[in-house]
């Protein structure tokens, strides 16, 4: 069964204390990679697709990868504002558009 | 340039009622797909549709749940005699083609079964 797993859980920094977050799938002709940012009591928010295996995107303080196996969503200099869920989610292509989330990362970043 | 609308954004509906779920798409956006997300849960796949057709059914319950999205209007989602495991925040996504994918959400809408 096709699986997306996110880690860590839960992930709380400083402020100006970079880390990454990963999201890793099982490997059954993936077509697309997606990463949102989810507020409490929102919807998810899009934040970047990556479609092949060394491709990278950025975005302020974000950059996400994608290697054959996993992506890691990399955040430089946190602010407190970062502090939300981060939701990774595939797309395994065929006949249906279906996206397979992740249980996502909460991170908390403190001043 | 107005998102993926929805509505309403809470609803309170007692065992055995009908919920009725909304969804506009964003503008020039063909393609609209209902999400589940149950407490402490990730995001479930329900249905994918176009206009007038239900393109993938799978995550749908088998009983009480159908959706359509009519060649005019919004698409709804609709659950019959609701139960108080239905509680959950229902969300929907719209895309304008299906080479790239990009979902894009509503808010959602946010079901407690008394």
């Known amino acids: 069964e096709d699986q997306v797993t996110q880690s860590p859980e839960a992930l709380r920094l400083q402020e100006g204390e970079s880390s990454s977050l990963n999201c890793s799938y099982t490997?059954?002709?993936?077509?697309?990679l997606f990463w949102y940012r989810q507020d409490p009591g929102k919807g998810p928010e899009f934040l970047f697709t990556?479609?092949?295996a060394g491709e990278e995107k950025e975005k302020e303080r974000l950059k996400a990868t994608l290697t054959k196996k996993e992506s890691f969503l990399h955040i430089t200099a946190p602010k407190p504002e970062d502090s939300a869920t981060y939701l990774c989610?595939?797309?395994?292509?065929?006949?249906?558009?279906?996206?397979?989330f992740g249980t996502g990362t909460l991170l908390a970043v403190q001043p | 340039n107005a998102g993926v609308m929805q509505n309403p954004r809470h609803l309170v509906r007692r065992r055995g009622q009908e919920a009725r779920l909304r969804c506009s798409p964003m503008k020039g956006h063909s393609h609209v797909y209902w999400y589940r997300q149950l407490p402490e849960e990730g995001l479930k796949f329900m249905v994918y549709l176009q206009k007038e057709n239900i393109i993938d059914e799978s995550g749908m319950p088998k009983e009480r749940f159908s959706a359509e999205f009519p060649k005019e209007g919004p698409s709804i989602l609709r659950i019959q005699q609701v139960v108080r495991g239905d509680s959950a925040a229902y969300f929907c996504?719209?895309?304008?083609?299906?080479?790239?994918?990009?979902?894009?959400f509503g808010p959602g809408t946010r079901l407690t079964v008394l």
């Open positions: 490997v059954s002709g993936l077509r697309g």
């Open positions: 996504a719209s895309s304008r083609e299906t080479v790239n994918n990009e979902q894009f």
């Open positions: 990556l479609y092949s």
């Open positions: 989610a595939v797309h395994y292509g065929g006949a249906t558009n279906k996206l397979i």
